[in-house]
């Protein structure tokens, strides 16, 4: 599907090098109380530091109000304050509410946590700049030696980020001689920092993106069999394509979570207050009825865990999947399901998946999804966790370590799956 130049088809021996990184991790109080998306990057600055590079390195941090275009980026109330006065004065409140917003977002998602941590792990050998092309950054950057990296400031407290626009681009590659994603989780979005930037710069990928290209790409263009996939989460909505283009390679489809009970209302079934999307019912009808001419062998659920309302306690049992009555919802797979999914994972040649069983943060509900990753565990296939909540499964049931590969990207993995050119891939040049 890719074939793209990376980090070492290229000389970076004293150049400027731009590296597009995913440093959103999550914060609290300042502090980061999860340093993985940065040790996954660690590899691609490594390599470039030691190899001479000057590395300038940049990276969004949540979804800062400043990215938000005039007049939205105000919660509720402050809006209603702000229309509560006369017209004469509205703007100037708005425009002060807006500016506030900015200086707290500004302290909740600066990169400046990120810097310390880098620093770390790579010696000492990260400045941080406070602005991203400003006075600040182009200053320490015009100062960088080789072997050592600027990370400027979080990308999108610039408006221009997520516009793509060709000034903040341009502006980005004139830092640098060179361009590289290793941003893999915000590949599928065509921002400034993500693509725009390779317009202007030989482009290639760090080792995260190379990596997530050639497991992921290996698996749906030449897949060791049989090949199960299995999707979970909670509509079917979300993974219409993902669907449809796996019909054309699997052989066998695994189907729980939440969008099951589309397809059971599709076979006729009653799905009481279970989540359901009425629109896509026929949908699903013909999505099964695709699965059956191709001979692909389409498991959905047999029984299901169902609960009175949706909270952690309610009240539970478990039922037949053409049993569930008036006024109780699905929540996770039953025990004969489990059995059901383990019996297709057990000696795969290759296994995707992406999506819980049911609602796994619940202790009730989660023994459908623990029940597959064990199973995924257990096969000995070339296995694929697609990010999101199958990747935060398997990292709290301490199963990363058997797993072939766990996406560090939820979105751009389904659009990946999907069959999707990814414009933070296809901006970076062909080997």
Known sequence: ??????????????????????????????????DK???????????????????????????????????????????????????EEQAAAKAELLEK????????????PVAARLNEYL???VTFASDIVGDDAKAKIAALEAGHAVLIENVR?????TKNDPTMAKELADFADIYVNDAFGSAHRAHASTAGAADYLPA?????INKEITVMGGALEDPKRPFVAILGGAKVSDKIGVIQNL????????????????????????????????????LARELMDKAKAKGVNFLLPVDNVIGREYDENTEFKTVSSDAIPDGWMGLDIGAETQKLFAGAIIGAGTVVWNGPMGVSEWANFAAGTTAVAQAVADSGAVSIIGGGDSAAAVEKLGY???????????????????????????CLNNK
Do not use: Q, W
């Not at 007049?71 to 702000?82: H, N, Q, R, T, W």
């Not at 917003?101 to 400046?112: C, M, P, R, S, Y």
């Open 1 to 34: 599907m890719y074939n793209k130049k990376t980090i070492e088809d290229i000389e970076v021996s004293g150049k400027r090098v731009l590296v597009r990184c995913d440093f959103n991790v999550p914060l609290k109080d300042g502090v980061i109380t999860s």
């Open 37 to 87: 998306r940065i040790v996954e990057a660690l590899p691609t600055s490594k390599y470039l530091l030691d190899n001479g590079a000057k590395v300038i390195l940049c990276s969004h941090m949540g979804k800062p109000h400043a990215i938000f275009t005039e007049g939205f980026g105000l919660d509720k109330k402050e809006k209603a304050k702000v229309e509560a006065l006369p017209a």
């Open 101 to 112: 917003a900015k200086k707290n977002d500004i302290k909740k998602f600066t990169l400046a």
């Open 123 to 125: 010696d000492g050998r």
């Open 157 to 161: 407290f610039d408006a221009r980020e």
């Open 204 to 208: 290639v990928s760090g080792y995260l």
């Open 247 to 282: 019909i054309e390679k699997v052989d066998t489809l695994v189907i729980g979570g939440g969008m099951a009970y589309t397809f059971f209302r599709a076979l006729g079934y009653e799905v009481g207050t279970s989540i359901c999307e009425n629109d896509k019912v026929e």
């Open 400 to 426: 990363a370590d058997k797993m072939t590969h766990i996406s560090t990207g939820g979105g751009a993995s389904l659009e990946f799956l999907e069959g999707k050119a990814l414009p933070g891939i296809a």
